[in-house]
C-alpha cells in the first residue's frame, strides 16, 4: 500500500491570474491550433475542442454544426456504416469526424465495431482519425490493440484512453497513439469515482499528463470535468492540447435524442440505461459507472459553442495569449478555497 500525499486539483480549484496583456481585443485571439502527430506524421488545423462520442453528444447532427467552427465530433462507436454513408452524403466534412472503435475484437471476438471501422476507413478514406474508446486504459490487452491499430493504419491519428497518469500516456504514445484522452471519472454523467474508488482530480491529471505527452512528442485531451466555458479555458492553460465536451454539449437540438416534456436524457455509456439501449454484454457482467439525467431542452447548440469559445477568448485576453497554443506560457493560477466552501455548506457551517 502507498499513499501519495500530493495536492491534487480540480477545475474548480483554481483561477486563471490576470496580467498584464497588449490584446486589445477578444477578435484578436487566433484560436486554431496547428499539430502534427508524432506517429500518424500527419498535420491537422483546427479548433482544438472535440465533441464526445457519446449518446446524444457524437452525432452526425452535432458535427454538422461543429465542423463550421473546425471543431472535430468522435461520432459514436454504435454508429453503422449505413449511417456513415447517410451522414457523408448530407455534407458532412471528413476532416471534422473521428471514427470511434471499441476492443471486442481483441478481447470478446465481437467484432462489430473494430469491422465497422474498417469499413468506414475503406469507404472513406478522408476519415483521418481512429478513437479508440475504452474507460479503463489500464488493461495490458489496450496497448497491443493500439499497436495493431497502428499498424493495419500507419498514416490515421489515433487518438486513444482513458488514462489519468504520466507513465501511461508515454506508453500509449510509444505504442503508437498519437493523442491520449485523459479523465477517469471527472464527467457529469460517470460515477467512476463512487463505484469504483478510482481516478485523479481532472485539473491535475492535464497537467501532469500533458508534461509528460510533450515529453515524447505527443498530445493529450482532457475528456470530462468541464461545465463552464472556464474550464475549457483552465484545462488549455493547464496544457491540454484538445478538450472533449460531453455535458456541455448534450440536451441540445443536434443530441437526436427524442423531447418529451420539455427535456432531453443523458446518459453515461456505462449506465444501465446504455446498456439497455445498446444491450448487456454476453458474459453477464454488469459494471455500472454511469448514470441517467433529464436536461432540459437547450435548443440549438450553436449558441453554447458560441458562448465557449467567447469565454475561452476572453480567458485569452486577460492573461496576455495571443494564440491559443501560447495560453500554457502564458497561464498563472491561483488556488480557490471553493472545496472548502463547499464543505462548510454541507456541514452548514458559517
Known sequence: ????????????????????????SRKDVDIERTFTFQNSKET???VPIVASNMDGVGTFSMAKILQEYKMMTVITKTTTIDQWK??????IKLKYVSVCTGTGKLWDNKVEDYTTMQQVLKGFPDVKFITIDVANGYHENYVDFVKKVRDEFPDKTIIAGNVVTAEMVEQLIISGADVV??????????????????????FSAVMECADAANGVGGHIMADGGCVEPGDVAKSLGGGAHFVMLGGMLA???????????????????????????????????????GKRVLLPDRGPVKETVED???????????????????????????????ALNEAYKQYDID
Open 1 to 24: 500500500m502507498r499513499l501519495n500525499t500530493e495536492l491534487k486539483l480540480n477545475y474548480a480549484d483554481v483561477l486563471l491570474q490576470p496580467k498584464r496583456s497588449t490584446l486589445s
Open 44 to 46: 491537422y488545423t483546427c
Open 86 to 91: 447517410e451522414a457523408i452524403g448530407q455534407g
Open 181 to 202: 484522452k485523459i479523465g477517469i471519472g471527472p464527467g457529469s454523467v460517470c460515477t467512476t469515482r463512487t463505484m469504483a474508488g478510482v481516478g485523479v482530480p481532472q
Open 251 to 289: 440536451g441540445h437540438n443536434e443530441s437526436e435524442i427524442e423531447l418529451k416534456d420539455g427535456q432531453r436524457e443523458f446518459y453515461g455509456m456505462s449506465s444501465d440505461r446504455a446498456r439497455e439501449i445498446h444491450g448487456k454484454r454476453k458474459d453477464g457482467y454488469r459494471g455500472n459507472e
Open 308 to 338: 465557449m469559445l467567447g469565454g475561452v477568448r476572453s480567458a485569452c485576453t486577460y492573461i496576455g495569449a495571443r494564440r491559443l497554443k501560447d495560453i500554457p506560457k502564458c497561464a498563472s493560477f491561483v488556488r480557490t478555497n471553493t
